[in-house]
Each structure stands twice: as C-alpha cells, then as structure tokens.
C-alpha cells in the first residue's frame, strides 16, 4: 500500500479539498484498485464528504479507536463509502481527547501500527490532516511513504510551511520512507495581485519543490461539489478543477510507481 498525507499546519489552504479530491482522482485513473481514506482531522470534514456527518458515527468506529490503551486490531473502523473501491476510516470530535493522553504508549506510532494490519488489503491511502502540528500529524508523517502539502496563497499560509519543515525534519531520521512530492498552490486566483507575488517568492524560495504547473485554481464548481458532499469527479467533469485535479492525480501516480 502506498500513502499519501496532505499537510499544512495552516488551517484554510484546502487540505480536505485536495485529500478528497486526490482520492477521488486515484479512482479515475485506477478503478480497479483498493482505495483507503484516513480521517485524521477531529473536524471530520473528509469523513462529511466522502461519508456522512461525522456526529452520527460512534466514537468507537472512527480513528479514535487506535489511540485507546490497548492496541487495536479489529476492523470496525474501516467503513465503505458510496464507491464499492473507497473505503474510509472516519473521525469526529472525539478525536480531541486523545491529544490530552500525554501518557499514552507510542503515541505517535499508532497509524503506523494499525496500518501494517491492513496494508495488503489496500493499494493507495490518502490521509487528510489537522491544521496543526500535534500528535495526528506526526501520526500521519510516520505513516506516510509521500507528502503533498497544500498551501493558499496568503503570507501565514508560507510561513506555516517553515514550521511543518522543522516536524519533517524531526520525523525523517524515524521515517526514512518519507519523501516530499512538494507544495501545492491551492485557491489560486490570477488576478489578485498579492497571490501572483507570493507565487513568485514561492519559486524563489522553493524552486524544487512549488508544483506550479500542477496549481489548483479558485473554482465555483470545487465549492458546489463540497457543498454537495461529492468530489468534483462525482460532481461536474466539465469544471476546470476537474481537469486540474485529474493532472495532479496522474502526475503523483507516477511520482509514487502507481500503476494499472
């Protein structure tokens, strides 16, 4: 199994946007393989989308369950979702408790652990984040083989990306796996003249890591599809966000040896 963590400890660049949408973009290219979203946002907005409302699963089937005391094997944590290849592990608000376990044994190994359970069961898993830089994304780093982080174009979403280079940083020497595909400009609007001078201070200062010929684009159709708990592959394949997210989709399959 391949995996896949969406990143940035910025909260508003669009993370869920692209984790669904990735997932979704996955299953376009590649139907016949076994497809697994990890929510690990206690906001449990990708479980809203590709799921249902995360207030109506109980505590005990969402990711929540692998942070208790005791290891977890079970499956009752992993959910079909409306696609017969998308499985999902939901979160919800419970998920806020576990970060006050300050005592809780390899905290921060317990994805990694629950996903070497399963891992011959899928063949792509995307994790979706919370905007911080707490247990669930160090969590999610130590679980990953790629990282892809999303950003806006606004000055605290770059500076954030400093911040979650020092947590890469620490989790490389204990997850030689990780590779970084780069950063992601996400809601980009060509005409606001402040976010075409961030995009260049982004080329200037990550020159080998900005995907700007793979940049997201602010979309009506992206927000309806959300608005309508569909990914925009679901939801309007005429939309420019379709095609944008079909490239990005195809460019990390290859990035990642992901094949038909």
Same mark, same amino acid.
């Given at each position: 199994?391949?995996?896949?963590a969406?990143?940035?400890q ?14 979704g ?5 590649f139907?016949?393989?076994?497809k ?8 449990? &907005?990708?479980? +809203? ?13 969402t990711?929540?369950?692998?942070f ?12 079909r ?12 608000i419970?998920? +806020? ?10 905290k921060?190994?317990r994805?990694?652990e ?18 911080d830089?707490?247990? +669930? ?22 500076r ?8 890469i940083n620490?989790?490389?020497p204990?997850n ?28 200037e &200062? ?26 925009? +592959? ?27």
């Amino acid at each position: 199994m391949i995996t896949i963590a969406v990143c940035n400890q910025k909260g508003g660049v669009g993370k869920t946007s692209v984790a669904t949408n990735l997932i979704g973009g996955f299953d376009y290219h590649f139907p016949e393989k076994k497809k697994l979203a990890i929510d690990l946002d206690p906001q449990g &907005h990708t479980s +809203f989308i590709l799921y249902e409302d995360p207030n109506n699963i109980p505590s005990e089937k969402t990711v929540y369950r692998l942070f208790q005391e005791e290891t977890y094997t079970g499956n009752e944590v992993i959910h079909r979702t409306r696609n017969q290849t998308i499985d999902i592990i939901p979160s919800n608000i419970t998920l +806020f408790r576990i970060q006050q376990k300050e005592n809780l044994k390899n905290k921060i190994n317990r994805l990694k652990e629950y996903l070497s359970l399963i891992n011959n069961f899928y063949d792509i898993a995307v994790i979706d984040t919370p905007p911080d830089l707490g247990t +669930f994304v160090l969590n999610a780093l130590m679980s990953a083989d790629y990282l892809l982080i999303p950003t806006d174009l606004e000055v605290l979403s770059v500076r954030g990306i400093t911040d979650l280079w020092n947590t890469i940083n620490y989790v490389k020497p204990r997850n030689t796996n990780l590779k970084v595909l780069g950063v992601l400009p996400n809601k980009y609007n060509r005409r606001i003249r402040e976010q075409n001078q961030i995009m260049s201070e982004l080329k200037e &200062h990550l020159p080998n890591l900005l995907l700007e010929d793979l940049t997201i684009g602010t979309n009506a159709a992206l927000s309806r599809a959300i608005a309508n708990r569909k990914t925009i +592959f679901e939801f309007d394949k005429k939309a420019r966000s379709y095609r944008q997210f079909r490239e990005l989709t195809e460019w990390i399959a290859k990035q990642c040896g992901i094949n038909a």
